[in-house]
């Protein structure tokens, strides 16, 4: 096995699961209820940066619960008939998990809460003149996900049972998660490779689990059968991540503020990214960090990131 994301390795149950302990004890008490009184499990809203195991989240309780999963992506849904299909083509107490909820048009947000609140969809009679006709809808769970609260309307925010806001990741956990995964897939991976990938993954099991097929790839292209420090320090130089597992728009971003650079539109200028990408994919992690702060609409480093600035550029 060569697929770290396969669905054979993946966690099934919540036991399990590494890290987010008070998700993971909310979840085991809404199945818990569930079981107890033969119902469905409820309709939640996950929220969260991308990459924390939302989805992997959403597998575990489905196997949790013995139910179907129907899976659709918000973006996808390009008529209302998308989502109307999905819900009658569910059965009672399955699981329609719409990733990216986001990316949910308004109008399609609307007519699912209004389809939960009525326990039906409506069918237009289209050119054919007919009547609308009202079809019930299953008894099912909505579980939505988002990385941005804000882009989910309050009225079908309000309409989910619980919302959880998924953490980031200790290193620990991380190395863990690396370990659990190594031992699935059957591969011969040295010791120190796991908190090393950990410690350049930001919290994020997305980017340690890529990092880790990134080293694995390395020793293969040798035709290698132990993954060694050496090959993931190979895999890491060639994604062009530095000590801190900053990417190279990451990297550039911080030159730019070195260089006196503070206002959005010419750092993106500098690095050659939207504003709208520089927003949301590459200052989240800086500020999380502390290597730099905003302050009505100026950005500057702080002292941890002249700091970093000046340890990197002496390594380089």
Avoid at 184 to 195: H, K, R, S, T, Y
Avoid at 285 to 302: A, F, N, P, V
């Amino acid at each position: 096995m060569n697929d770290v994301n396969q669905e054979n390795v993946r966690p099934t149950s919540l036991r399990h699961l590494v890290g987010m302990s008070k998700i993971r004890e909310q979840v085991q008490i809404a199945i818990d209820a569930s079981f107890a009184d033969g119902i469905k499990f409820p309709s939640t809203l996950l929220i969260s940066e991308p990459g924390l195991g939302k989805s992997e989240l959403v597998n575990v309780i489905k196997h949790e619960m013995a139910v179907e999963l129907h899976h659709l992506i918000g973006s996808s849904v390009g008529h209302i008939s998308d989502l109307n299909g999905l819900l009658l083509g569910a059965q009672d107490k399955d699981i329609i998990y719409i990733n990216e909820a986001d990316s949910l048009k308004p109008e399609y947000q609307v007519a699912l809460y209004l389809a939960l609140d009525r326990g039906k969809v409506v069918l237009s009679g289209g050119k054919s003149g007919k009547s609308p006709q009202s079809i019930p809808i299953p008894d099912v769970t909505i579980i939505l996900d988002s990385n941005f609260e804000s882009s989910v309307l309050p009225a079908l925010k309000d309409r989910m049972k619980q919302v959880l806001y998924v953490p980031f990741y200790g290193e620990d956990e991380l190395a863990e998660i690396l370990r659990r995964r190594v031992r699935a897939l059957g591969w011969n991976v040295q010791d120190e490779v796991l908190p090393y990938l950990a410690s350049l993954s930001k919290g994020t099991p997305r980017q340690a689990l890529r990092l880790l097929s990134a080293s694995y790839r390395v020793s293969r292209s040798g035709e290698e059968k132990v993954v060694t420090l050496g090959h993931a320090q190979r895999a890491v130089g060639l994604e062009g991540l530095d000590e801190k597992g900053l990417t190279v728009p990451e990297q550039s971003y911080l030159r730019a503020l070195a260089d006196g650079v503070s206002r959005l539109g010419v750092i993106s200028s500098r690095i050659a990214m939207p504003t709208s990408t520089v927003q949301r994919v590459v200052e989240p992690y800086l500020i999380r960090s502390g290597l730099i702060s905003k302050d009505e609409g100026r950005r500057e480093l702080t002292a941890a990131g002249r700091e970093h600035i000046a340890r990197t550029s002496s390594n380089s």
